[in-house]
């Protein structure tokens, strides 16, 4: 079955960084779109970044120039690496992949900025 298991998630000062990381098994990884949403308290779950299969990547508004999505095809991995990270990045992060009608989520891990 597919399994997606996130790690690196934390409590970390303002201005410090991340990075999250996603281990996808049982599935086809690099034909798959990669996402990362998150959720905080009382908040809807908004994307915060997506790349496509070959590599396109978009960000959130509110993250871009702070983080960064990437993958590693040969590990079935990916990733998010978060800097410069702000209080209001607080929440719960989910990985998420997807192609046309399948779309897989991880159990979440929770990020707290604060000092």
């Not at 990381?21 to 599935?27: K, R």
């Amino acid at each position: 079955q597919v399994q997606l298991v996130e790690s690196g998630g934390g409590l970390v000062q303002p201005g410090g960084s991340l990075r999250l990381s996603c281990a996808i098994s049982g599935l086809k990884f690099e034909i798959y779109a990669v996402d990362w949403y998150r959720q905080a308290p009382g908040k809807q779950r908004e994307m915060v970044a997506t790349m496509g299969s070959g590599g396109t990547s978009n960000y959130a508004d509110s993250v871009k120039g702070r983080f960064t999505i990437f993958r590693d095809n040969d590990k079935a991995t990916m990733f998010l690496q978060m800097n410069s990270l702000k209080p209001e990045d607080t929440a719960v992060y989910y990985c998420n992949v997807a192609r046309g009608s399948f779309a897989y989520w991880g159990q979440g891990t929770q990020v707290t900025v604060s000092s």
